[in-house]
Nanobody, 120 residues
Framework: QVHLVESGGGLVQPGGSLRLSCAAS????????MGWYRQATGNQRELVAR???????NYADFVKGRFTISRDNAKSTMYLQMNSLKAEDSAVYYC??????????????WGQGTQVTVSS
């Protein structure tokens, strides 16, 4: 079982940048896909970005061109570089990782979340 710990959240002004990190307790080499969701107060959790084991990335339309997802297998860490932040980006950001167990069942692990607040 992989444990995930997010960091890098905080308070930033509109137009600013933050980089979130998601550190895994074990190797992420065999992780099929990793990604970020976010949940603002009163809203459902929504997918922000994901990166597959192949390196392919997907982004939600509302972050395209502003956010970049990446992973460093050697450091067992995934990142989310967030630029041109807007007030509506304020939310708790959760990372996740999908792996296949011995029965080829996909098992999802979640981090505990990190708060991002965009405000002047």
């Amino acid at each position: 079982q992989v444990h995930l710990v997010e960091s890098g959240g905080g308070l930033v002004q509109p137009g600013g940048s933050l980089r979130l990190s998601c550190a895994a307790s074990g190797s992420i080499i065999s992780t099929l896909v990793m990604g970020w969701y976010r949940q603002a107060t009163g809203n459902q959790r929504e997918l922000v970005a994901r990166i597959f084991i192949s390196g392919t990335t997907n982004y939600a339309d509302f972050v395209k061109g502003r956010f970049t997802i990446s992973r460093d297998n050697a450091k067992s860490t995934m990142y989310l570089q967030m630029n041109s932040l807007k007030a509506e980006d304020s939310a708790v950001y959760y990372c996740y990782a999908d792996r296949a167990d011995s029965k080829l069942t996909i098992v999802r692990t979640w981090g505990q979340g990190t708060q991002v607040t965009v405000s002047s």
